[in-house]
C-alpha cells in the first residue's frame, strides 16, 4: 500500500466514523458534517500514486513534503470536531491527528493560511490541547490528547518551539492536576516526565552534534593541509635516485603520523569550544527581569542569549516549572494532600529534580540556565525548603542537593542562604518538627560524605571575609546532635531521638573520612605492601578502603572538570590568613554589637577599619553582620565624631531621581532609628539636607525644611499605624492636617499627602533583609524551651518561624541572584589541617560522650570509627595536642589503664581496645609519643589475656597489699584474686566471658603484629615505640611484688625484627634499648636482671654475626650495656653472669668482633678488680686467650682496642687478692709490647686520631706517632700504674719489666717519644703518687725508687745520644728530689745515681752539660747543707725543716718536663704536705732530716771525688801517702833528684786523670766544685768549734750516745778539695790560670795547717790524719821551685807543727818536709839529705 493511500486510509476512515455516528445528523454538528463529507469526497477524487505501490515493508515509510501538504488539507474537519465538546468525535479527531503525526504524514511546517504568521503545526498544537476542558473532559480525551502531544514532542518529523512546547507542556500538567483518574494521572505525569526528557535532551544532542561536526569540519581542514605539506614536499624533493624518492616517502609517512589528530581528543576541544561561545562572558551577560507569567510566557527573551532554539525551548520550560513550583498553598489551614496547589507545586518540583538530576554540560554552563537557577530555582526553594509539607520540604532538600553538588560554583551566595537561614535553622529551632530535621540530616548526611564538597564549604565560606561560617555552624549543630544536646523535638519518641543523634553521628564521622580520603596522599601507610594479597585486617581495613580508594574525590573533579577555577588560587596559606583575619572581624561585630566604641577600636587596632569617619560609615554600609540597632543608636549620638560618621554615611547615599518616601525607605533600610526623639531629629535632618541636595530640580519642597519635617511625620505616621500598642490609629485626614503650612508655610498637594499615607498603610519601613544573629532568632525557641506548650502552639509558632524564615530567605535570594562571586575549587591537602583544627575538640567531646553514656554497638561503633579517622588526620599533620587527645581518649575507654575495676569492662571497651590496636597498626608512623598509651594498654591487654584463659596469678603478700591497693593505678592492682573468689559465679563466668574475647585469636593476631610490624615503622617512629615500650617496661618492672616480663619480652623480640635496619636508624634505636637494659640489669630482682643479660647476649650474638667494617663503633655502642651493669649491678651472681656472657661471645664471635672489644676489655677490666676468684679467674682466663690467640690472628680488629686491653691486664695486676694472676698479667703486658714491636704497620693503619669515650675531644695523631700513642705508650703507662699501685713482689716485677722493655726496644723510639716515656717514669717519683703511710713510703723510697733510678740511669746511658738533649735536664731534677727526701737509701741512691750517670757518659758530655751537671752538683750542695745545726735551740721546732731546706718538698714539679707539671698546689707548698701518721716527735723528725743532709753531703763529696778522680783512686792515694809516711825507704838515687820526682808526680797525675773526668772538666767547673767543697768544709769547721751547741745538740738526743759532730765531712770536703787544687796545679793544660790556682791553693794549705795547729782534741787530729799527710805529700812532690814558694809560704806552720804532739807518720812528712827545704835552699848537700834518710 502507498503511503499516500495509507493517508488518505487514515483521514477517510475517521471521516467515515465521525459520518456514521448518529449524533452528526444534530443541527449543532451540521458544520462538522458538511465538511467531512466535503474532504470525503475529494479524497476520493485525488487519484491514488502508482509509483508509491512498489513498497513491501509492513511499516509505514516516511513521506516527502509534498504528501504532507495534501495531508494538511483535511486538518479543518479533524478541528471542528476536537471543537464540538463532543467525546467521540474529539476522541476519533484526536486518534487520527496522532497517528498523521506519528507516521509523517502530518509535518505542519508550512504557513497557516487561518492565522498568517503561524505554522500549521502550532494550530493543530492548540487544536489539541483546546480539548481539554478542565475536570469535565472525558477520560477517554484526556488519554487521547496525552497521546497526542506525547507523539508531537517526541515526533522527529514535527518541530514545535517556545510557546508551543509551553502549551503543550500546560496540557499535560494541566489534565494531571484536574483529572479524577487515578490512571490519566499517572499517564499524564509520566507523560510530562518523557517530554522534558526529550526537549532537554535533544538540547545536548544537539551540542554533541554541533561538536562532531565541527571536529570532522577540523579534521577535514586538517587532511588538507597534511596534503598541502605532502605536496610541497613532493615539489621541493629532486628526484635523483630511487633512494632518495624512498626517503621522501619515508618522511611523508612521518609526517602523516605525526600530524594525525585523535577524534576523541578533537571532539572534546570543539565541545569545550562550543561552550565557551554559548556561554557568554560577563560583559555581554543581559539579565532578564522577572516573570511571574504562566507557563506560556515567553516575553523578554530573544535568541540572543541561546545559539538554538532548542535551548530557549529547554529554558522556557524550566522557567515556567520554577515558577509553578513559587505558588502559594492555601494559608487557611493545613494544606490538603490533594489540593490543585500542593500537588501542582510537588509535581513541578519533581520534573525539576529530574531536570537536574539528567542535567548535561550546557544546561551546566549554559549563563542563561545558571542565571535561571538563581533568579527563579533558587528563589523557589528558598520559599519551598520551609515548607510545612514534608513532601515539599524533602524535594528541596533533594533539589538543594542536586545544586550542591553540580552548580555549587556559580551558587555561593545562594548556598550560604540555604545553609544558613533554612536548613540549620530548622536544626537550631526547637519548634520544628522531627520531620524537618531528620530529612535535613538525612541531607547532610549525603552532603558529608562528599570530601570536595566538605572542604570547598570550608574553604568558599569559612575563609571568606564576608560570609558566613558554614562549616563551624554545621559542626556546632551536627555535634549538638550526636551529643544529643540538640533543640528539643516536641512529639518525637526516644526511638526518634535515638536515630536522630546516630545520624548526626554518621555526619561528623563521614566529614572525618572526607578529611582522611582528601589528605590520604599524604599518609603513609607502612603495611601498603605486606597487605597485598593478605586478609583484608579486621578493623582497619575499612578505614584504609575509605582512605585510600575514594571514588568520590576522582568522580566529582571529573564532574566539575569545565569549570574549574586554576589552582593558583587555591593557596592554603592564603585561606589560612583569611580564616584568621575573619576571626578578627568576627570578634570585633560581635564587641561592636555590645559596645559600638569598643568594637570599631578593636578592628582599628588590627588594622581591619580605619580610623575616619567616612571609612566608618562606609564599613556601616557593607557590613550586614552588624546589630542594626546600635548602628542607629552610634549614628544618633550628640558626639562630634559621631555625627561626622552619620554625615559621611548619609552622603553614601544617591537619592538622586527618587521619590521621596522610597528615598527614606533607602535611608532607613540601614540601620534602625533610636528610640529617643533627639537622635532621630538629628538623622532626620541629615537626610532632608541629602534628599534636596540630591534633588535639586525636581524637587517639591520650598526647602529642607519642608522635607525635615515631612520626613519626621511619616516616621510618626509608620509607628502610628503598625505598632500594635496604639489602638487609635492616625486617619488620612488627620495626617494631611498635621503637615499643614510645612512647605514654607504653604501646604504641599493634597495627594501627594494621600500617595504618602496610603503607601505607609500598605508597606511599613523595614530593615534591610538580613539574617538575624542566631542569639535573636532563637528568643521564641528558647520560650519554648523553657515552658510547657501544647501542640497545637508548637505548631503555631513553627509556621511563625517558617513563614518568617521564608520571607527572609526569598528577600535574600533575590537580592543575590545576580550577584557573581569566585568560587575557589578547593585542590589542596592543607586545607585539612584549620578544618580539622575546627573540629577537633567538639568531635572529641561527641565521640566521648557516646562511648561513655551507650553500650549500643550502632552508637560506639561509629565512635570508634571516628576517633580512628581523627587520630589518623592528626597523624598526617603531625597535630601532637590533637593526636595526643584522641589516642588517650580511646586509651582511657579501654579501661586497660584506668581505675575503674576490672569487672566493668563490656562489650564496647573489647571494641575499643581492637580500634586502638589498629590505629597503632595502621598510623604507627605518626603515633609518636603516644605510643606510651597504646603500648600501656596492650601490656595490660596481656593481663587481661590472663584472666580469660584462667591462668592464675600470683597474689599479693599480705604485708604489701594494702600499700598496693593505694597506689593502684592500672589493671594489675585491679585484679584482686580474693575479690574474684567472693564474685558469685554468673559475675566470675561473665567476667572471664569477657576477658576471653581478648584472648581471641584476630586480638592477638593484631596485638602480636603491633611488634611483627615494628619493622615496617620509620627511623623516626620506631625510635618512639622502642622509647614508649621501654617505659612501659620499666612501669612493669617497677611493680615490687608483681614485676612482670611482658615488655622486655617484647623488647628482644622488636630488636630481632629491626636488626636488618640500617646502621644509622639501629644505632638510634639502641640508644634507647642500650639505656633500657642498663636499667633493667641494673635492678634488685635478679630474675629479671638475670633475663635482661641473658637477652642481652642473644641479641649480642646475632649482632655480631653481621660483623663491622673498620672505624665504625656500632659494637661498641651495642655491648656498652654489658659494661654498665658490671659496673652498677653489685650482685655476685649477675656479674659472674655478665662475665660468663661476654666470655661465649669472645670464643664465638672472635672473628667477627671490632669495635666491640673495647666493652669486652672494660667488662674484664671491671671484673679484674672482683673478690670472687671464679669471676676473676674466668675474666682473666678469656683475656689471656685474647692475647695470645685473637692478638696472633685478629690482630687488625682488635688494634683499636689495645690500650684498653693492656689496662685491664694493669687491672688484674692490680689485684692484690690473686697474687699469680698479677704476676702472670704482667706476663701477658710483656706480650703485648712484643706485639708492638713485631706488627707497627698495624698501629700506623689503625686510625688518624686519639681520644677515649665519646664527649672527648679527639686529638689528631700524626702517622709517625700511632706506634707509640696507640702502643708503646699504653704499655709502658700502664706498667707504670702497677708501680704505683701494687705491692712489693708485683711492683717490683713491673719495674723490671718496664725497663726491660725500653733497654730492649728503645732503639726505635723516637726523640720525643721518650720525652713522653719519662713522664712516665718520672711518676714512680711524684709526692702526690707515693703511700701515705710512712712505714709504706719509706719501703717505696728504698727499694722501688732505688730500683728505678739505678733502671733509669741504665737505660739514659744506653740512649745516650738520643736522651741527652731531650731528658738530661728533668733526669738532674729528678735526682736532686731524691736527695731531697727525708729517706737516707734514696737520698743515697740519688748521689750514686748521679755519680754513675756521670762517670758513664762524661766522656760524652759537652761544655754546656758539664756546666749544668755542675750546677746541679752546686744545687744540691747549697740544698742539703744543715745549716739549722748551727742554729738550733731546744724548744724550735716549728717549721725548722721548711725554713731549712725550703724547696726540700717541691718534687719534680719545677721541671718542665715533669708529668705532674700542672698538678695541685701541695706539691709545691711545703706546709701543705701531707704528714704521715707518726708516732715521733717533730723534733725527731727534724733531727732526722738533718742527719739526712749531713750523709748527702758526705756522699755529694764522695761522689765529685769519684767522678773527678773515679772511684776508689783517693782512697788509694791515701793508702800510699800512709805507707810512704810510715817507710823509712829513701828515694831512688837519681842524676837529679828534683827531676825524678817531678817525673813521678806527673806519671801519677796522668794515671788518675786517665780514668776519671777531671780532664773533660774546665777551670771554671773545677773552681765551682771546689768552692762547694771548701763551703761545705768551712760550714763543718764551724760547726766541730761550737761545742755549746753540740752539746745541745747532744742533749737533745741528736746522733746517739756521742756529740755530735762533722769530722767526715770537714776533712773529706778539703781533702777532695785540695786534690782537685792539686791537679790543677800541675795540670800543664791550666798554665794560663796558674796564679789563681796557686793562690787558692795556697790559702788552703795555710788554713788546713792552721786549723789543724788550733785542734787540741786528739781524735779531732787523729782525724785530720790523711789530710795533713795529702798535703805534705803532694808538696814534697813538686818540683823545685814551686816546692820553694809553697814552702815559704807554710814555713811557719810547719816550724809550729813540730813542737805539736802529733803521729809518727807525720813526723816522717816533717823530716821529709825539712831535708827537701834544705837541699832546695841549698842548706845541706843532697848527700845528707839521702843518708838522713836512710
Known sequence: MSVRKEADMFVSRALEKILADKEIKKPAYSQLKKTCQVALEQIKKDPASESSTGDSGTLPQPVGDEESVKVEKYILPFELACQSKHSRFTNTSLDVLQKLIAYGHLVGNSEDAIHPGKRL????????????????????????????????????????????????????????????????????????????????SRMEQQAVQKAAAAAAEMQQKTEQQNEEKLEQQSDTHSVDTQKASEEGSSTTAEVDIDDAVDPTQLAAEVISDIIEKVVPSEEETQH????????????????????????????????????????????????????????????????????????????????????????????????????????VFELSLSIFLILLANFKQHLKRQIEVFFKDIFLFILETASSSFEHKWMVVQALTKVCADAQCV????????????????????ITDLTKIAQGQQAVVYGATPAQEHNIRLKGLECIVSILKCMVEWSNDLYVNPHQQSNLGNEGMPVSADLDTDSGKGSTMASYNSANSLNEPPAALDSPEQFEELKQKKEIIVAGIELFNKKAKKGIAFLQEHGLLGTTAEEIATFFQTEERLDKTVIGDFMGENDKFNKEVMYSYVDLLDFDGIAFVPALRKFLEGFRLP????????????????????????????????????????????????????????????????????????????QYLSDIYDEMAMNEIQLKPTSAPLSNKHGSSANLQGSTVTPKQRKTMFDTEMQHMTSVAKALMESVSHAKIEFTSAKHHEHVRPMFKMVWTPFLA????????????????????????????????????????YVQALARFTLLTANSPLTEMKT????????????????????????????????????????????KYNVHNSGSKAKDKRTAHHLIESFDAELLTRADSKKLASLQGQMIETSSQSVVVAMDRVFTGSVKLDGDAIVDFVTALCAVSMDELSNGSHPRMFSLQKIVEISYYNMGRIRLQWSRIWAVLGEHFNKVGCIQNEDVAFFAVDSLRQLSMKFLEKGEFANFRFQKDFLRPFEHIMKKNRSISIRDMVVQCVSQMVQAQMANIRSGWKNIFSVFHLAASENEETIVSLAFQTTGNIVSKVFEQYFDAVVGSFQDAVKCLSEFSCNISFPDTSMEAIRLIRACAKIVAEKPKLFREAGATHGAEQGETHVPVKEGDRVWVKGWFPVLFELSCIISRCKMDVRTRGLTVMFEIMKRYGEDFERHWWKDLFRIIFRIFDNMKLPEQQSEKTEWMTTTCNHALYAIVDVFTQYYSVLQDVLLSDLYEQLYWCVQQDNE???????????????????????????????????????????????????????SAAADNPNRALGRSESSQSVVSQGSILSQDPANQKIPNMKVHTQDKLFSSLLIKCIVQLELIQTIDNVIFYPTTSKKDDHDNILAAQSNTSAPPSSDPADARLKTHSDSISSVNEQGMYSYLNEQQLFLLVDCLVESHRFAVRFNADHEQRNALWKAGFKGKAKPNLLKQETQSLACALRILFSMYSDESMASCKEKIETRLTELCSEAL???????????????????????NRILKFPDTEFQLHAAAHYAAVCDLISADIKMELRVMLRKFFSRLGLVYEIIPSAVTVAADT
Open 288 to 391: 532578564t527581569g522577572g516573570d511571574t507569567d504562566s507557563l506560556h510566557s515567553t516575553d523578554s527573551l530573544t535568541m540572543t542569549s541561546f545559539t538554538s532554539v532548542l535551548q530557549m525551548d529547554a529554558f522556557l520550560v524550566f522557567r515556567s516549572l520554577c515558577k509553578l513550583s513559587m505558588k502559594p498553598l492555601n494559608t487557611d489551614g493545613p494544606p490538603d494532600p490533594k489540593s490543585h496547589e500542593l500537588r501542582s507545586k510537588i509535581l513541578s518540583l519533581q520534573l525539576l529534580l529530574q531536570i537536574l538530576q539528567n542535567a548535561g554540560p550546557v544546561f551546566k554552563s549554559n549563563e542563561m540556565f545558571i542565571s535561571a537557577i538563581k533568579q527563579y530555582l533558587c528563589v523557589a526553594l528558598s520559599k519551598n525548603g520551609a515548607s510545612s509539607v514534608p513532601e
Open 1650 to 1672: 792552721l786549723y789543724y795547729l788550733a785542734l787540741s782534741n786528739d781524735g779531732h787530729r787523729d782525724a785530720w790524719r790523711e789530710l795533713m799527710l795529702l798535703i805534705f
Open 846 to 885: 561527641s565521640f566521648s560522650i557516646g562511648l561513655q553514656n551507650s553500650d549500643d554497638p550502632q552508637m560506639f561503633e561509629p565512635c570508634l570509627d571516628g576517633m580512628r579517622c581523627a587520630i589518623r588526620i592528626a597523624c598526617i599533620f603531625r597535630m601532637e595536642l590533637e593526636r595526643d587527645a
Open 1385 to 1439: 737509701q734514696l737520698a743515697r741512691s740519688g748521689t750514686n745515681c748521679l755519680e754513675n750517670l756521670v762517670i758513664s757518659n762524661g766522656a760524652k758530655f759537652s761544655s754546656g752539660v758539664w756546666d749544668e751537671t755542675c750546677q746541679c752538683i752546686v744545687k744540691i750542695f747549697q740544698t742539703t747543707l744543715p745549716q739549722h745545726l748551727l742554729t738550733w735551740a731546744p724548744g724550735d721546732v716549728s717549721d
Open 455 to 474: 572542604v570547598d564549604i570550608y574553604v568558599n565560606y569559612d575563609c571568606d571575609l564576608g560570609l558566613a561560617n558554614i562549616f563551624e555552624r554545621l
Open 908 to 951: 564496647k571497651n573489647i571494641e575499643t581496645i581492637k580500634a586502638l590496636i589498629s590505629v597503632a597498626h595502621t598510623d604507627g608512623n605518626y603515633l609518636g609519643h603516644t605510643w606510651l598509651e597504646v603500648l600501656k594498654c596492650i601490656s595490660q591487654l596481656e593481663l587481661a589475656q590472663l584472666i580469660g584463659t584462667g591462668v
Open 675 to 750: 528610640g529617643e526623639a533627639q537622635k532621630i531629629d538629628r538623622l532626620m535632618e541629615k537626610f532632608a539636607a541629602r534628599y534636596c541636595q540630591c534633588n535639586l530640580s525636581e524637587s517639591v519642597f520650598a526647602s529642607a525644611d519642608a522635607a525635615y519635617v515631612l520626613a519626621y511625620s511619616i516616621i510618626m505616621l509608620a509607628t502610628d499605624l503598625h505598632s500594635p500598642q496604639v489602638k487609635n490609629k492616625m486617619t488620612k485626614e488627620q495626617y494631611i492636617k498635621m503637615n499643614r503650612g510645612i512647605n514654607d508655610s504653604k501646604d504641599l498637594p493634597e
Open 121 to 200: 503545526i502550532d494550530r493543530v498544537v492548540e487544536t489539541v490541547c483546546a480539548c481539554f476542558i478542565g475536570t469535565q473532559t472525558d477520560e477517554g480525551v484526556q488519554l487521547q490528547i496525552i497521546k497526542c502531544l506525547l507523539t508531537v514532542i517526541t515526533s522527529t518529523n514535527v518541530e514545535i518551539h517556545e510557546g508551543t512546547v509551553l502549551q503543550v507542556v500546560r496540557t499535560c500538567y494541566n489534565i494531571y492536576l484536574a483529572s479524577k483518574n487515578l490512571i490519566n494521572q499517572t499517564t499524564a505525569k509520566g507523560t510530562l516526565t518523557q517530554m522534558i526528557n526529550v526537549i532537554f
